[in-house]
């Protein structure tokens, strides 16, 4: 006698929010026609089914190889009160500390983007007090003791009054990396601007937002032709050669097959360091979005990337262990002098098990035992989330002596390296309570007292609004 058969292989079971009332719910993670979904059903708005990734293959890699012991912050904010994720935070059961931290200085913006989960616009013109931002800062250095990343952010944070002094109060802690988050526009218009926020430098880096090689995707994103701004900011900070990093947001049936001609134009500068495509996240404002017809996964990013620019192959785009359902990953390296546009990758040379063990000795290599254990290690310190991007870069340096597949390259410096990224962030749809807990990119509160992980920040914490909501959801959700 034959069984009844399910159609699809059932992979796990986990607890998701229902994208309609945010209540948490029962949820299970589906493989059907060579696709993950996640599958949850809500007693009050019924089941909904969510695209994770139209990749098992690398969904499973993500799962079950790229695993790492998670890092904790130095101090949690907040006890484990009503259950995740409406502690946040950073809880006891959060498993993940803060690679990017996150200083949101003003809600003001000198433009409105129909996609903006921050809600900023011209309309809105608080500024957080330079009070409130070093309270903020103390929090950051509390949490990660020496911040890898910091990420000043907004709103559009050079409309701030105060901004230098902003950044002058990040320079007195001891941050590695410090970050501007911007849409360039007071780059490209202000003499003398760029050369300002060049003397922050070194661990200094401009991320630049830039949608598109054209005006459609910044004129559907953005409420603008932004293009010809973004040149002429990336004019000046090439003239500098001052670190940028440029952010790309991606939505289905717009710019996701741009992606090659992005990688192309960024690799012509070189004052840009790598490109990180961000799919568009539901939260906040988000115009014209329908997640049955826009939304994009990280797997769909990835094969874009390796169909539409030949230098990356699938081997080269591999997950970050601190969160590998959201984060993924591709570093090369420029070529010298007037080569510096050709791209040599370096990914596709790290097995799995040695970037994430470090010395675990599961691999035999040729030649002489020290010198392969030291490539080891560098390998594995070269990826760590404890590395900002001057830091994997130094250690990449190191390792250049040892990799007999890759030219030598004695006097590789931050400028020599290209790193391609996917960041993306969990919304109402997508978020699964396993998966939040890892999430690595975390905001300052501006009570001074909490870090808040960015995907549940957004959704649960930012708005007033949202914060009563929130009110309603802990009291359902009490024991």
């Known amino acids: 006698?034959?069984?009844?058969?399910?159609?699809?292989?059932?992979?796990?079971?986990?607890?998701?929010?229902?994208?309609?009332?945010?209540?948490?719910?029962?949820?299970?993670?589906?493989?059907?026609?060579?696709?993950?979904?996640?599958?949850?059903?809500?007693?009050?708005?019924?089941?909904?089914?969510?695209?994770?990734?139209?990749?098992?293959?690398?969904?499973?890699?993500?799962?079950?190889?790229?695993?790492?012991?998670?890092?904790?912050?130095?101090?949690?904010?907040?006890?484990?009160?009503?259950?995740?994720?409406?502690?946040?935070?950073?809880?006891?059961?959060?498993?993940?500390?803060?690679?990017?931290?996150?200083?949101?200085?003003?809600?003001?913006?000198?433009?409105?983007?129909?996609?903006?989960?921050?809600?900023?616009?011209?309309?809105?013109?608080?500024?957080?007090?330079?009070?409130?931002?070093?309270?903020m800062l103390d929090l950051i250095v509390r949490n990660e003791g020496e911040p890898d990343v910091v990420q000043v952010s907004g709103g559009e944070p050079t409309m701030h009054p105060h901004f230098f002094e902003v950044l002058d109060a990040c320079r007195r802690r001891p941050i590695h990396h410090l970050m501007v988050n911007t849409n360039g526009i007071r780059i490209a218009r202000e003499d003398g601007f760029a050369e300002r926020l060049a003397s922050y430098e070194p661990g200094f880096e401009i991320y630049l937002q830039l949608d598109g090689v054209d005006d459609v995707a910044h004129q559907v994103l953005r409420g603008a032709k932004l293009f010809e701004i973004k040149s002429r900011a990336l004019a000046r900070l090439e003239a500098l050669n001052l670190s940028t990093t440029l952010v790309v947001t991606l939505r289905r049936d717009l710019n996701e097959d741009s992606i090659g001609a992005i990688i192309d134009f960024a690799r012509s500068y070189r004052c840009v360091r790598g490109v990180t495509f961000q799919p568009v996240y539901d939260e906040g404002r988000n115009e014209g979005f329908d997640p049955a017809v826009h939304r994009l996964t990280l797997s769909e990013v990835r094969r874009r990337i390796y169909e539409q620019s030949p230098t990356f192959t699938p081997a080269d785009i591999i997950p970050v262990p601190c969160h590998p359902d959201s984060v993924a990953m591709a570093y090369a390296v420029r070529g010298a002098g007037d080569d510096f546009a050709r791209l040599s990758p370096l990914t596709r040379y790290m097995p799995a098990d040695v970037l994430i063990e470090g010395g675990r000795n599961t691999i035999i290599y040729e030649g002489d035992p020290a010198l392969l254990e030291n490539m080891r290690a560098r390998i594995y310190e070269t990826f760590s989330t404890a590395h900002g991007p001057e830091g994997a870069s130094k250690a990449l340096g190191?390792?250049?002596?040892?990799?007999?597949?890759?030219?030598?390259?004695?006097?590789?410096?931050?400028?020599?390296?290209?790193?391609?990224?996917?960041?993306?962030?969990?919304?109402?749809?997508?978020?699964?309570?396993?998966?939040?807990?890892?999430?690595?990119?975390?905001?300052?509160?501006?009570?001074?007292?909490?870090?808040?992980?960015?995907?549940?920040?957004?959704?649960?914490?930012?708005?007033?609004?949202?914060?009563?909501?929130?009110?309603?959801?802990?009291?359902?959700?009490?024991?």
């Open 398 to 479: 190191e390792l250049m002596c040892c990799l007999p597949r890759i030219e030598t390259l004695p006097d590789l410096s931050y400028d020599r390296v290209f790193r391609v990224i996917i960041m993306q962030f969990l919304d109402r749809h997508s978020m699964d309570l396993r998966s939040v807990r890892k999430t690595c990119v975390h905001i300052a509160h501006r009570d001074g007292k909490r870090m808040i992980p960015f995907d549940t920040y957004n959704l649960l914490y930012r708005e007033p609004e949202q914060q009563e909501q929130l009110v309603t959801l802990r009291a359902r959700a009490r024991p």
């Open 1 to 135: 006698m034959s069984r009844r058969e399910r159609p699809y292989l059932f992979y796990s079971a986990t607890r998701a929010l229902c994208s309609t009332c945010l209540e948490v719910v029962d949820a299970k993670e589906l493989i059907e026609d060579g696709k993950v979904f996640l599958w949850k059903r809500c007693m009050k708005h019924g089941v909904q089914r969510v695209l994770l990734s139209d990749d098992v293959d690398y969904f499973r890699l993500c799962r079950e190889v790229y695993l790492k012991k998670p890092e904790q912050p130095d101090h949690y904010n907040t006890g484990v009160n009503y259950g995740c994720p409406y502690d946040c935070g950073i809880c006891p059961d959060h498993e993940q500390h803060g690679c990017v931290s996150v200083l949101e200085i003003t809600d003001n913006c000198n433009l409105r983007c129909p996609t903006c989960f921050a809600h900023s616009g011209p309309d809105r013109s608080t500024h957080r007090s330079l009070a409130t931002i070093e309270s």
